[in-house]
């Protein structure tokens, strides 16, 4: 019986002594709004929480020697294809504002009133124009940022753009941090190395 060669059991985290686990980590979402809605900026939100979607890998089954083989076919993304972020609101509120731009720029908040429709008809801001442009789509990112401020990985989503929005908790009795959500939906993503 071969014998397990030293060097491989030194290299092996059999006695627990490796500590590098995903601690202490940081989310930062880039949308970059600026190239779909005039005058907004960029958006670097602070995430607190967001979900990276399921992945499968398919298969087909394939006759072999009498038996059926399971073979793998390629790397499947989540069906639904929607993405849930949650985070917290700068002081200037920068960020929700250029969110709810691109919103409206899409055609999500439709005006009501009969002034608010004629005007947003003359203007073009708000009306639903039957369906969303590929002008409107972007391609956002998650950066994930290490403990010690070290970019780590890029979860990238392509051809997104805003689905809805989530309410806004405003409460006195804590005041302190202002947390909102809001869902995009995309075509595919990816999981990249960070650009150097």
Excluded at 30 to 38: L, Q
Excluded at 53 to 67: A, H, N, R
Excluded at 117 to 125: A, D, H, L, M, R
Aim: glycine residues 6%.
């Amino acid at each position: 019986m071969e014998s397990v060669k030293t060097e491989h059991i030194n290299n092996v985290n059999a006695q627990g002594l490796n500590q590098s686990f995903a601690v202490s980590n940081k989310w930062i979402g880039y949308f970059p709004i600026e190239n779909v809605v005039d005058k907004a900026k960029g958006v670097e939100l602070n995430l607190t929480a967001f979900t990276v979607p399921q992945m499968t890998i398919g298969s087909t089954s394939i006759p072999y020697k009498g038996y059926n083989v399971e073979m793998p076919t390629k790397l499947v993304n989540s069906e639904t294809k929607r993405l849930n972020v949650n985070y917290i609101v700068k002081s200037d509120w920068s960020d929700y504002m250029s969110l709810y731009a691109w919103a409206a720029d899409i055609g999500i908040f439709v005006p009501t009133t009969p002034e608010a429709v004629n005007t947003s008809i003359e203007t073009g801001v708000g009306v639903n124009n039957g369906g969303i442009v590929k002008d409107q789509y972007i391609n956002c990112r998650i950066w994930l940022i290490g403990p010690y401020k070290n970019h780590i990985v890029d979860f990238v989503f392509y051809d997104s753009w805003i689905v809805s929005f989530g309410d806004l908790q405003m409460d006195v009795k804590n005041a302190d941090q202002v947390h909102h959500s809001f869902t995009i939906a995309y075509s595919r993503f990816t999981v990249e190395a960070p650009r150097t």
